[in-house]
């Protein structure tokens, strides 16, 4: 080549060092971002709870975490089972599955940040047709049909890449959205967890109350099965009348009817506890054992503390983080598309000269695209967005509204129930004295039968409402705890 036509080739060629400098450009230009910037939305903190007045939260040294918070109600038997909900149970697990499905999508956005490198190679094997007939080449390149031909080969290999630079922060923001988004499957993942494990411990508790309320029915059906014995030798030598035989007959079937309903609810209430651990029905039973009544003090914090403990607060306050950026990822659609491709490859008839330098070819590009006209469809996906956006700002706002109330609830109910139980305590054991005195009175013949009934039938009652009430606030301890966010910690 002559110096005139040197000339020529650099005059039409871009220098190699614009090149770089574009590519520098681009890459600079990286760090620009169209998205808005992400604030918590704001929402109501009261500076305390309502409820808390005149209710005296636990001490302090109370409040330090030891373990799973089950373990406050002292019962080995709960432990055991509640461990089972994070192994055994198919909402968790599938939360776990959902939680990993959300992380490898992080880290497939999080590859759309790199250039993608691609290797291919490829071999031909052509003949020519000779004469107005086919030629027929046998796997030696030799030609045993058609009268004669050319055979010829051909082997490709060529290394290639391609990268979008994040100009206008699209892709990043795609990464930050994924992110946000794993972050919410996470508090998902924790809020399933921690229902589950309520679910578990509430239908434990209520199972040891049947238990309890059992073991109280089958003392008062043998009581009735000693009175309905005392009446019937009366009624035999003519003391009393038979009605008050056909009422202790009835108080006894009663009783007997209530039983059965109370094996009922406890078998409904296992068979709950089977499934919460992934088991079936069959496979499961709870053998009777004594109820423990423990009552732990859950210690209640300020309301900003709630709102960073309670995962469903959290993973509502991460999909408002995931809307904010899907704005700037739709938002990027005004601006054109920047591309960069590069080649290097060989051409050859014989594999052996394939990497023979005069074989080798190479490429590099830079694009740019922009859309001029869509008839409105990037401003309404803006649009759309900010509307998404907005949705998920009004339901993370809800939902914490909903904690403040669930919290309120449990505090009005914790304190409401132990002073029901106080009250209770105080009706079961004037009922007792009642049951008592008229039956001595009854005995002595000074009173029908009919009162007996009625003084038996409203110390039972006493008795079965004392022990609904130990459940409620067993079982509302429960619901405090969850509505806490299942733990707490002072420091």
């Known amino acids: 080549m002559n110096k005139t036509s040197m000339k020529a080739v650099q005059r039409n060629t871009p220098p190699i060092r614009s090149t770089l400098a574009m590519l520098l450009a681009a890459v600079l230009a990286a760090g620009c971002a169209v998205g808005p910037a992400y604030q918590v939305p704001a929402t109501p903190a009261p500076a305390n709870f309502k409820e808390m007045q005149g209710w005296v939260p636990a001490a302090p040294a109370d409040a330090l975490e030891r373990g799973p918070w089950w373990t406050l109600f002292d019962d080995p038997v709960l432990n055991e089972l509640a461990a089972q909900v994070e192994v055994s149970n198919q909402n968790v697990a599938a939360a776990v599955a959902a939680y990993a499905q959300a992380r490898a999508l992080v880290a497939e956005q999080r590859a759309t940040l790199f250039p993608a490198v691609s290797l291919s190679a490829s071999g031909t094997r052509s003949g020519t047709r000779n004469g107005g007939r086919a030629a027929t080449v046998d796997p030696n390149g030799n030609i045993i049909g058609g009268g004669g031909g050319n055979v010829a080969n051909n082997y490709r290999l060529s290394l290639g890449g391609s ?16 992110g946000a988004s794993a ?3 996470a508090a998902d993942l924790a809020a399933a967890t921690l229902s589950a494990q309520g679910e578990l411990a509430a239908n434990y508790m209520a199972l040891r109350s049947a238990d309890a309320q059992r073991q109280l029915l089958a003392t008062t059906i043998e009581g009735y099965e000693r009175e309905l014995r005392i009446t019937q030798n009366r009624y035999d030598v003519g003391i009393i009348p038979h009605s008050d035989v056909y009422q202790a007959e009835t108080q006894l079937a009663t009783a007997r009817s209530d039983l059965l309903a109370l094996d009922n609810q406890r078998a409904q209430l296992e068979h709950a506890i089977a499934v919460l651990i992934g088991k079936a029905p069959a496979e499961f039973a709870l053998a009777p054992a004594p109820w423990n009544v423990t009552v732990p003090d859950v210690p209640v914090g300020v309301p900003s503390t709630l709102l960073q403990r309670r995962p469903d607060i959290a993973g509502a306050e991460r999909r408002v983080a995931a809307a904010n950026e899907q704005i700037g990822i739709a938002r990027s ?3 054109p598309d920047i591309g960069l491709t590069a080649s290097y490859g060989t051409a050859a008839s014989r594999v052996g000269d394939l990497f023979n330098a005069s074989a080798a070819a190479w490429s590099f590009g830079l694009s740019a695209a922009q859309t001029l006209f869509d008839a409105g469809a990037t401003r309404a996906r803006v649009a759309g967005a900010r509307a998404a956006h907005e949705q998920s700002v009004a339901n993370y706002r809800q939902t914490v509204l909903n904690a403040f109330a669930d919290v309120e609830d449990q505090l009005a109910a914790t304190r409401v129930l132990a002073q029901q139980q106080e009250l209770r305590r105080q009706a079961s054991e004037a009922a007792a004295k009642v049951e008592q005195q ?15 009934v009625q003084a038996q039938v409203t110390a039972l009652n006493a008795r079965r ?3 609904q009430v130990q459940s409620d606030r067993q079982t509302t301890a429960i619901a405090l705890i969850q509505s806490l966010g299942g733990g707490w910690h002072t420091n």
Do not use: H, K, M
């Not at 990268?163 to 994924?178: C, F, K, N, S, Y």
């Open 163 to 178: 990268w979008e630079p994040d100009v206008w922060g699209r892709l990043r923001a795609g990464v930050t959205a994924a």
């Open 183 to 185: 972050q919410a499957s």
């Open 333 to 335: 659609a005004y601006f």
């Open 438 to 452: 008229v039956t001595n009175r009854y005995r002595a013949g000074q009173v029908s039968y009919s009162e007996v």
């Open 465 to 467: 409402s004392l022990i």
